[in-house]
């Protein structure tokens, strides 16, 4: 069907919503437009336009445009969408009129002028005036066919009550949703929860009262009426209801803000599939944290990010960041028996950029083994502020101090199993590699998300990148307080000897096939395989391989390569010898000043951090 856009009388139609101005189709237009354009289940529209708030002939022009469309034998439904609601900051719920089961040009007249008229009702004003929301008010018309109903309700794509992020709120109604919306009765109530695998499972179910349901009248508009004797008993959705509904809701407000994807949605259930009737974001969204930061500020920081992950994140870099952060960050306290508050959140996007919250880390790290703010601040580069931790009494003290006991017992064990993981994913990953590309996009949607929930799930790796900062950490502290103002120093040279990190494993690499390129040439079968070797140990690697729009090595070997002649200059024999030296006079001054449970201590710590 062509749109309809009659620029004189305003009358848009859904798929010209998103070319016109928001200022012209209101909140609520303009977020079921952008559900439609990626595909998500909202009926056919169109608009009235603000900017032509009741000319005399407007209802005639919508009457023309629904009979075009075929809808003049359909019951309508007629919302409101006016300019600044349903956003970030002002949700106008229940505020603005909406009509259903409009029934022929008559009721469908008097609809347009009550929805235009709701916006300057006394509760209309009251609400734009507390919200400081100045400047004339401008109203938008919806009009859609009425979906029939045999259940709806509303959600939130967080815990709207804390802010909690990993939970999902629904509540379900019999009937059209309108009665719960205005608060007429009380439906169902799900409390979902949100998996490493992106599923989501009922956490609890709550019953609700559901005497009355709102129907379509005979005569046009909407009355309350008996729920039948069979449904009031009944729980109103099943857990498959639930979880498709579930999905349905994740992927609605990832597509409207995949940065803070919270939304409030209705939605209707017409017997065999889900609709969504309308969006908005949550606003006011509690910021949830440990009860002992609620009254500090939350303190966020690209310390650790702003070299890893200079340029702004995809929405998939995201996904992966928002959970990665917390995999990473959590093990380590997991490992030392410290409770952790399920559901925080660590990670931020701010102007599309990475930040964590040096605070939640702080506060962790602090109540979990005892390592001051100060401290956790140097580990992220030395510029944020400090949050305020209260005095501790000998019990606390002794608590933290188990826990790290608990930690050190326990740290050798899960390395193993984290090094075992590495193995695994590996294997995984070299399977994916030989196997041909998927020629269907949801085959090769559905071997990412595998890919992604093997990799989220192997929690042990995460501990060998998370546990290297804790140990690096503590590897400082007890440094600068056996020889104060050397603490820096002293841990780079011990760090520099011994066996090789991963990364400094593979800089050796790279040395060395810069030498084979210049003595045996780039041509030779001896480099071809030295560099075949180098791809299949390291091609996975690349320049801020983080992103994954980036092309790692294996993909894009030039900007490698380019770096061999400038890298056989450099001796590696020498520079091991240098790196061996100073960890070699290092540890002589340790074992001269420091007692031997320090030189101990300092030992396993090196072995860890490294």
Known sequence: MNAISDISHRVIDDHAVLDASADAVGGKAWQLAQLRRYGLPVAEFIVLSAAAAAPTDEAEHAWAAVQARGWADKPLAVRSSAVGEDGAHASFAGIHRSCLNVCGAAQ???????????????????????????GQARMAVIIMPLLPAVAAGIAFTCDPRDGREDRMLIHAHWGLGEALVGGEADGDEYLLAEDATDSWRVLSCRLGGKAQQRRCADGGGTELRATPAGQTSRQVLDAAQIETLAALLRDAAYALDFVAPFYDLEWLWDGARFWLTQARPVTRRPHYTYPALQNQPAIWTRGNTCELLPDPLAAFDWNFSRRGVNALLEQGARLAGYPLQDGVQRAGLFHGRLYLEASIMQWELWNAVNVPPTSMNVMMGGHQPEITVPASTWRERLRRGLNMLRYLRRAGAVRQRGEAAIVRVRAMAQRLRAAPPPAEHA???????????????????????????????????????????????????????????????????????????????????????????????????????????????????????????????????????????????????????APWPTRLLLRWLARAAR
Do not use: C
């Not at 007890?478 to 990190?501: M, R």
């Not at 590696?572 to 074992?591: E, G, N, P, S, T």
């Open 108 to 134: 469908l007249a008097e609809a347009i002028a009550a929805v235009r008229t709701s916006l300057l009702s006394d509760s209309a004003r009251a609400y734009r005036q507390r919200l400081g929301i100045a």
């Open 443 to 593: 085959v090769l949607r559905a071997a990412i998300q595998e890919a992604g929930q093997v990799a989220r799930s192997e929690f042990d790796m995460f501990f060998l990148q998370g546990s290297g900062g804790g140990s690096l950490s503590l590897l400082r502290d007890t440094l600068e307080k056996a020889f104060p103002g050397e603490g820096d120093a002293l841990g780079a040279a011990l760090l520099a000897g011994g066996e090789a990190s991963v990364t400094v494993q593979q800089n050796y690499a790279l040395l060395a096939l810069a030498q084979r390129a210049r003595q045996e040439g780039r041509e030779s079968t001896g480099f071809q395989r030295a560099l075949a070797d180098f791809m299949q140990a390291y091609g996975h690697r690349g320049h801020y391989e983080t992103y994954f729009r980036s092309a790692s090595w294996r993909e894009q070997p030039d900007s490698l390569l380019a770096q061999l002649d400038s890298l056989a200059d450099i001796d590696a024999d020498a520079l091991r010898q240098r790196q061996q030296h100073a960890a070699a006079q290092a540890w002589a001054r340790i074992r001269q000043h």
